[in-house]
């Protein structure tokens, strides 16, 4: 008797149950993801506060932080992938190894990662911008933050864990609890409440630092609770096959984050050289106000991740592709919709952020409005992507990403702010328009089907 027949699965896995298993995994995530933002706006709220200006600091020191977060991917992406194939094919003998390992491999890289972060903030930061005032805050804010994503990569490893299994819930309520923690220190460390040290900018980055250590904690202890993962510990014996599988499948998915992450930084600097703080400042909103969707997006790219991962450890095909083309149109309504809102909601949205510079306004405006227009055209790209994630075929979003963000956007902003001269207007419009061409890479090499036939194979240690 298999262990699948043994222990009850968190999922329905079949056609009746498939919209139930994409609420119960996706909600969660939707959930979490919003108080996420939230708590992003929260901080953005709290620094306008000291001045529309001073919002350029995080966005600045962000744009580069975006780039080394982004590689957490690489082993998140693979571990999801790993969990909920063999939860589906009943092997879960070998998920606490791939827990395990998972694990240690988020911290090796963090460590890397974000001591590289902390030595070389500052030159990374001049790449960008020569203000000596946006520089004074940035290097602190970028130093304390690059030093926190040790527990930030811990998080996303166990996390991705759970996620594997169905078991989205749990990561969403830890998020609640830190979240709201990091809201309510965000004003101590900024302001000097209560007797906190005032520490302006750099308060938003220690109540945040603070925040996400609490999280790990609360994470393993709650993951030894999960009889599903059966970790009992964090030692297992190396396992070079466990660690390929998890690299192999996130590094492309790690590239594509970060090919978007490292245009995304590119942008930021055509922005700053090319249009000032106020531009920079707008940009750094607009991304905060349009990343809104993905409270809806996020949801359903992880619930397709970890359904179709389940769905091909059965070994039904047929039943992997319904899931797919359901997620799809989902995925479709949802960014229709919500782009349609950003057109219409642009100014009232963006003047709760930027309302007291005008220009930083006018640009923030047009930003959303014009993203908004790339993401009803765009339709369900996360979406898709989610579904080769779980059947751990990533080199397609590797691809698409790397034409949609470097043979698309990088040209034409470039193009348009270096040489032509064209307003900042022309950045969002090649930044909408890579949302277009992305997705549909991505949908045409869906319909392919290669992405049915991937095997996930673990050797022995």
């Known amino acids: 008797m298999s262990e699948a027949t043994e222990q009850q699965r968190l999922l329905g896995l079949n056609p ?25 706006l929260a901080d953005v709220a709290w620094i306008s506060r000291l001045g529309a ?70 030159p ?5 911008t020569d203000d000596l005032v946006t520089l004074a805050g940035a290097v602190p804010y970028m130093q304390i933050t690059a030093a926190g994503l040790v527990f930030t990569f811990a998080t996303v490893s166990i996390s991705a864990s759970l996620n594997g299994i169905g078991d989205t819930k749990t990561p969403m309520l830890v998020m609640m609890g830190t979240n709201a923690l990091n809201i309510i220190l965000d004003p101590l460390f900024i302001f000097g409440w209560l007797g906190f040290p005032a520490l302006g900018v750099q308060g938003a980055a220690w109540a945040t630092f603070i925040s996400n250590a609490i999280s790990v904690v609360i994470l393993l202890f709650l993951l030894f609770r999960r009889r599903e993962l059966n970790v009992r510990s964090l030692l297992a014996p190396f396992n070079f096959s466990i660690v390929n599988n998890i690299l192999g499948i996130g590094i492309p998915a790690c590239l594509q984050s970060a090919a978007r992450s490292a245009t995304g930084t590119v ?30 997006l996020s949801g359903l790219s992880v619930a397709a991740t970890t359904l179709i991962g389940q769905i091909l ?20 309504w949802v960014q229709v919709a919500i782009g349609f809102a950003y057109i219409v909601l642009a100014s009232p949205v963006t003047r709760l952020l ?13 930003y959303v409005r014009i993203i908004g227009i790339g993401l009803m055209l765009g339709a369900s790209t996360g979406v898709v992507g989610g579904v080769f994630k779980g059947a751990g075929y990533t080199m397609p979003t590797f691809v698409a990403g790397t034409v949609a963000n470097w043979l698309i956007k990088i040209p034409i902003a470039m193009a348009g702010s270096l040489w032509l001269n064209w307003p ?22 869906l319909r392919r089907g290669s992405w049915l036939e991937r095997e996930i194979v673990v050797q022995s240690a």
């Open 16 to 40: 009746a149950s498939l919209y139930k298993d994409i609420w119960k995994l996706s909600w969660p995530v939707m959930l979490g993801t919003g108080l996420h933002m939230g708590f992003n």
């Open 53 to 122: 200006l001073q919002v350029a600091i995080p966005a600045l020191a962000g744009s580069v932080l975006w780039l080394f977060m982004s590689l957490s991917e690489a082993i998140s992406i693979g571990t999801v992938a790993m969990i909920s194939r063999f939860e589906g094919a009943g092997k879960r003998g070998l998920m606490s190894h791939v827990v395990i390992h998972s694990f240690w491999l988020s911290l090796a890289m963090a460590a890397v990662v974000g001591g590289l972060g902390v030595i070389f903030a500052e």
């Open 124 to 128: 990374l930061l001049l790449l960008f």
């Open 267 to 296: 942008m930021f600097w055509l922005v700053m050289n090319g249009y000032g703080p106020a531009a920079g400042a707008a940009f750094g909103a607009g991304q905060r106000i349009v990343g809104l969707i993905f409270v809806f």
């Open 313 to 332: 450890g059965l070994g039904d095909k047929s039943l992997a592709m319904l899931a797919s083309r359901r997620l799809i149109i989902l995925g479709i």
């Open 354 to 366: 930027l309302a007291d510079d005008p220009q930083a306004l006018a640009s923030g405006i047009s």
């Open 424 to 445: 900042v207007e022309a950045i969002w419009w090649a930044i909408s328009l890579s949302v277009v061409v992305e997705w549909w890479l991505l949908f045409v090499w």
